[in-house]
C-alpha cells in the first residue's frame, strides 16, 4: 500500500506543472489587461504599476519567477485587491467552499445511498421506480438551474429560507442542496447497481439461510461490497463539487474560493487565477488519491495494479 501511495504522488509533479503552465500562459491570452478598468492614467503612472508587478520584464522572466515562487509557496500579490497576497485570500476564502462541499457531499451520501439501498432492496417496485426516477431528474437537470429554480420556490414562493448569503444555517440549506442534488442521483444509481450485484451473491444466500436478520445482511455483508462503485466516484465527485461551487456560490453569492474566481478572471487577475487553479489542482489530485486509497483497501486487487 506504501509503494501504491507513493506512486501515485510522484505523478502529482509533472500533473502540477502541466496545469500551471498552461494556466500561466492561458490567462495571458484573453483580450484585456489587469488594469484596464481602472480609472485613466499617465503612460509614466501605468509603467510604474506594470513594473511594480513585473509586468513589464519578458513573459518567459515572468514564468520563471512565478514557478520559483510557487515552489516556495508565494503566489504573489493579488493585482486587484492588494490589501493581501494571493494565499492570504485563498486562506480567507477556502474554508468557506470545503464547508459548503462537505455540506453537500453529506446531503449527496445520506440521500444517494438511502435510495440506492431501498431500491436494491425493492427491485422493480414502487421504491425502486421512484427514487430511480427522480435520481434521472437529478442527473439532468445542472446546478445553474436547479439553485434559481430552489430560490423561487422556496425563497419568493414560500418565503422558508434566504435568497443568498452565508451567515446563519438557515443560509446554508439551499446552496448545500443545491450542489449535492446532482451527486446525490449519481451515487443512488451506483448504490443501486453495486448492492443488486451483491445481494444475488452465494455468500448473501448462506448467510440468509442461516437466519441472519436482513438490516444485518445488508449493513454488515453486503454495504461494503455493494458501496464500492460509490467509493471509486467519490473522488470524482467531490472535485466536480469544489468545481461545481463556481456557479452556486455566484448564485447564492457565497464568499468562497469559487466565487472569487469567478470575479479574478472577469478582473483579469492573473495571479489570482492562477493561484485558485493551482489550488483547486491540488485538492482534487488528493481527494482523487484519498478516494484511491480507500478503493484499494476495500479491493486489495486494486493495490497490485
Known amino acids: 500500500m506504501t509503494r ?21 500562459f492561458l490567462v495571458r491570452l484573453a483580450p484585456g489587461g489587469p488594469f484596464d478598468a481602472d480609472k485613466r492614467i499617465s503612460i509614466e503612472a ?14 518567459y522572466k515572468q514564468y520563471i519567477d512565478y514557478l520559483k515562487g510557487a515552489a516556495k509557496g508565494d503566489l504573489g500579490p493579488s493585482f486587484k485587491k492588494s490589501s493581501r497576497s ?8 477556502l474554508p468557506v467552499s470545503l464547508e459548503l462541499g462537505f455540506y453537500a457531499l453529506l446531503i449527496a451520501l445520506v440521500l444517494g445511498m438511502g435510495a440506492g439501498v431501498l431500491a436494491a432492496l425493492r427491485p422493480n ?23 434559481p429554480l430552489l430560490v423561487l420556490i422556496f425563497a419568493s414562493w414560500l418565503g422558508w429560507l434566504p435568497v443568498a448569503g ?9 446552496p ?28 448473501i444466500r448462506t448467510a440468509r439461510a442461516k437466519g441472519l436478520s436482513e438490516v444485518r445482511i445488508v449493513l ?13 466516484f467519490l473522488g470524482p465527485a467531490i472535485a466536480g463539487m469544489l468545481t461545481g461551487s ?60
Not at 501605468?46 to 513573459?59: G, T
Open 246 to 305: 463556481f456557479v452556486v456560490e455566484t448564485v447564492f453569492q457565497v464568499p468562497g474560493l469559487g466565487r472569487e474566481f469567478v470575479e479574478s478572471a472577469f478582473n483579469r487577475d492573473y495571479t489570482m487565477v492562477i493561484g485558485t487553479v493551482l489550488v483547486y489542482a491540488v485538492l482534487v489530485m488528493v481527494l482523487n488519491l484519498v478516494a484511491d486509497i480507500a478503493n484499494a483497501w476495500i479491493d486489495p486487487r486494486i493495490r497490485n495494479q
Open 220 to 232: 454488515r455483508h453486503a454495504l461494503r461490497g455493494g458501496i464500492q462503485p460509490v467509493v471509486a
Open 176 to 203: 448545500s442542496f443545491t450542489l449535492g442534488a446532482v451527486y446525490a442521483a449519481y451515487i443512488a444509481r451506483l448504490t443501486r447497481a453495486g448492492m443488486l450485484e451483491i445481494l444475488a451473491q452465494d455468500f
Open 125 to 147: 417496485s414502487k421504491l425502486d421506480h421512484g427514487p430511480m426516477a427522480l435520481a434521472m431528474v437529478g442527473i439532468c437537470v445542472p446546478n445553474f438551474v436547479l439553485g
Open 46 to 59: 501605468q509603467k510604474r504599476i506594470e513594473a511594480h508587478y513585473k509586468l513589464d520584464q519578458p513573459l
Open 166 to 174: 452565508w451567515r446563519t444555517p438557515l443560509d446554508k440549506i439551499l
Open 4 to 24: 501504491y501511495i507513493l506512486k501515485r504522488m510522484l505523478e502529482f509533479i509533472p500533473v502540477l506543472f502541466v496545469i500551471i503552465t498552461m494556466t500561466f
Open 86 to 93: 494571493v494565499r492570504e485570500w485563498i486562506l480567507l476564502r
